[in-house]
């Protein structure tokens, strides 16, 4: 059973730091990319970041792209985002996604972690 | 960035009946859509990969359909469990994105 568990969220100011971590399990975790997906409070679904099942490339959203780092440790089955620079319109719930397909780099997210929740207010 | 805009932002049915989610993009995506379903408090669940391809363990009511800018996901007869919010994604180019989404509520 594929499981993915992400930690690290809270309530961080305007301008500060926050790193997630996501443990995956039940998978081949060196094929797979993988992916952060967050959700405003009441709002829809967002893509943030993904990562090759190498960890060699990574993409982001315009809206994080240079205050946000994804990358990922194959030898503990682990994805993280490090996130600098937090704006209150950065306050989400925070889920690790696992690509369908083995080897794909861009591609539909077949299991989702339960999530984190980032609160960015002073 | 390709946006994709889901119609009707709700869906008011009685349970039994057919349910019919569009899901248009702003530049073709071949069959580069994917469905997922979502109710509250519940994280997102992949129900059609590929345009028209069921996840594994989906129900055979639900299909997708579609290609290029125009795809739609057809529930064919609502189960009270389908009452939720669907949401499209692409994958055809970076950024990926997501539609805004569309709720089908119990009339």
């Known amino acids: 059973e594929v499981q993915l568990l992400e930690s690290g969220g809270g309530l961080v100011q305007p301008g500060g730091s926050l790193s997630l971590s996501c443990v995956a399990s039940?998978?081949?975790?060196?094929?797979?990319?993988m992916n952060w997906v967050r959700q405003a409070p009441g709002k829809g679904l967002e893509w943030v970041s993904s990562i090759s099942h190498r960890g060699d490339n990574s993409f982001y959203a315009d809206v994080v792209k240079g205050r946000f780092t994804i990358s990922r440790d194959n030898s503990k089955n682990t994805l993280y985002l490090e996130m600098n620079d937090l704006r209150a319109e950065d306050t989400a719930l925070y889920f690790c996604?696992?690509?369908?397909?083995?080897?794909?780099?861009?591609?539909?997210?077949?299991?989702w972690g339960q999530g984190t929740l980032v609160s960015v207010s002073s | 960035e390709i946006v994709l805009t889901q119609s009707p932002a709700t869906l008011s049915l009685s349970p039994g009946e057919r349910a019919t989610l569009s899901c248009r993009a702003s530049q073709s995506i071949s069959s580069f859509l994917a469905w997922y379903q979502q109710k509250p408090g519940q994280v997102p669940r992949l129900l059609i990969y590929?345009?028209?391809n069921r996840a594994t363990g989906i129900p055979d009511r639900f299909s997708g359909g579609g290609s290029g800018t125009d795809f739609t996901l057809s529930i064919s007869s609502l189960e009270p469990e389908d009452f939720a919010v669907y949401y499209c994604q692409q994958r055809s180019s970076w950024p990926l994105t997501f539609g805004g989404g569309t709720k089908v509520e119990i009339k």
């Open positions: 590929d345009a028209s």
């Open positions: 996604a696992k690509a369908r397909q083995q080897l794909v780099w861009r591609d539909c997210f077949d299991s």
């Open positions: 039940g998978f081949n975790f060196n094929n797979v990319a």
